[in-house]
């Protein structure tokens, strides 16, 4: 697919879904994405963009918080959505799927770049944990990834940047809200619910 086709497609397409996850560190995005991975639905996730520039620049994984902010700093607070919208695109060339899911909005900045970008078919969706931070750190050091936190300060600091990113008004800006307050086997349920309904949509259009 063309660039030209590729543009036609995202603003004229009224079967495309692309539906973005915000939410609190260890709220359950990723999660959110393995279960779309799982039913074959394509994944962006807005944090490669920083892993990717960490990688470049040579740096250890454990600045990606402080490139982030820098970028956010020289670039604009919609730089990392800018950089994700070549990956969407390049996603959307490579497969004919009509619903997309992209993995960590953090800031209202964002939202308002995807939806000027990706139209009518953008969905934002909420991931709301009523959970202490010491069990969102728990969560964290479950999943040992190179560039999380080490301790509950550092989650904290976290916190403190993305909200000032923008995190608190593109929560209260999403589409639809859902609660991960119980069990990791709900919480899938749900977003199954979520993806199913999308594609069911995308079959009635």
Known sequence: MNDSLLKKRIKGDKKLRIIAFVGMPASGKSEASNVAKEMGIPVVTMGDVIRKEVQLRGADP?????????????????????????????????????????????GIAEVDYFKERL????????????????????RIAARKREDDMDN??????????????????????????????????????????????????????
Request: proline letters at 2%; hydrophobic letters at 40%; a negative charge.
């Open 62 to 106: 454990a600045d990606g918080g402080k490139i982030a902010n820098e970028l956010r700093e020289k670039e604009g607070l919609d730089a990392i959505s800018k950089r994700c919208m070549v990956m969407i695109e390049e996603k959307m060339k490579e497969t004919p799927s009509e619903v997309f899911v992209i993995d960590g909005v953090r």
């Open 152 to 205: 509950i300060e550092q989650l904290k600091e976290r916190d403190a940047r993305e909200i000032g990113w923008g995190m608190g008004e593109a929560i209260a800006a999403s589409d639809r809200i859902i609660e991960n307050t119980s069990t990791l086997d709900v919480y899938r349920n749900h977003i199954r619910q979520l993806f199913e309904e999308m594609i069911e949509k995308e079959k009635n259009q």
């Open 119 to 138: 139209g009518h078919g953008f969905m934002l969706v909420s991931i709301a944990i009523d959970s202490p931070i010491e069990e969102r750190f728990d």
